[in-house]
């Protein structure tokens, strides 16, 4: 009998946490089925000739790339020395370098429109060189950099904190030094989760649009990116609107399998 109202138990935890899970992806992909219903294979290819979809869609590769690019060479070092070395302020730093993940997109585009800008507080000396900052495709690199940042260096800190320091004192055991042993032992068993974080960086900078469209603008093949182009073809061309939201998606779709991936190859220490 026991056993009889333990398999009915079951039985009811089964079909209600099914239908839960249902019920949330049904949520999850109905606006996405949404999407894909209203154009047709036509539809999107024709909007793929369109100038406003063709420079969005190549600016924002290029920005996003190159700022994945930076946030790499400059996030892998300090994710590193995070990880691995305690110093004053530690706590501090860490929570700076997180702090764009929580600041609304429009105060991060503000702030660095007050920092870059012409009267801005580093902008203002480039402009007396005749440089500016603001409303440039470089204003567009470095709101991606900004609001990505946080993504890859927390991923590339936990893959340093998992790994076993044996491996280190193994190499160094041999004669080699700090920096061969970075290059040739740490990076190797890491790369995986570093690869996650540079992936979700890049995703995060590519579907950017508080911060660029406040700090950068939206000037056609110069600083619209795609959700700034789906933002202003919404209002009059729905089908390059869709169409680049479909893009979006496929690509964030593509990401986040390719994350998972990354991630189930990493080293666990």
Same mark, same amino acid.
């Given at each position: 009998m026991r056993g009889y109202f333990q398999g009915r138990k079951n039985l009811y935890l089964t079909i209600g946490g099914g239908l /839960? #899970? &249902?019920? /949330?992806?049904?949520? #999850? +992909? &109905?606006? #996405? #089925? !949404?999407?894909l219903f209203r154009t047709t294979p036509e539809q999107f290819l024709a909007s793929l000739s369109d100038p406003v979809v063709w420079n969005a869609l190549v600016l924002s590769l290029i920005t996003a790339s190159l700022s994945t690019l930076i946030i790499i060479g400059v996030g892998t070092p300090v994710a590193w020395i995070n990880a691995r070395h305690r110093y004053p302020g530690r706590e501090l730093v860490d929570t700076l370098i997180d702090l764009p993940l929580v600041l609304p997109p429009t105060v991060a585009g503000l702030a660095l429109l007050m920092a870059f800008g012409r009267m801005g507080l580093i902008g203002g000396f480039f402009y007396e060189f005749g440089i500016s900052i603001a409303f440039t495709t470089l204003a567009v690199v470095i709101a991606q950099i900004f609001v990505s940042l946080p993504f890859y260096i927390r991923q590339a800190r936990a893959s340093f904190e998992q790994l076993d320091t044996t491996y280190e004192l193994a190499a160094r055991s041999l004669g080699s030094t700090s920096l061969p042993t970075f290059f040739t032992v740490i990076l190797p068993l890491v790369k995986s989760g570093? +690869?996650? !974080?540079? +992936? %979700?960086s890049f995703a995060r900078a590519l579907g950017e649009f !508080?911060? &660029? +469209? %406040?700090?950068? !603008?939206?000037?056609q093949g110069r600083t619209q990116t795609m959700p700034l182009a789906i933002y202003t073809t919404m209002q009059g061309d729905l089908n390059a609107s869709i169409t680049l939201s479909v893009i979006l998606v496929l690509i964030s779709f593509v990401v986040i399998a390719l994350v998972k991936y990354r991630l189930r190859g990493d080293v666990r220490c």
């Open positions: /839960l #899970i &249902t019920l /949330l992806l049904v949520f #999850i +992909i &109905t606006p #996405i #089925i !949404g999407l570093l +690869i996650a !974080g540079a +992936i %979700m !508080g911060a &660029t +469209i %406040m700090f950068a !603008g939206n000037f």
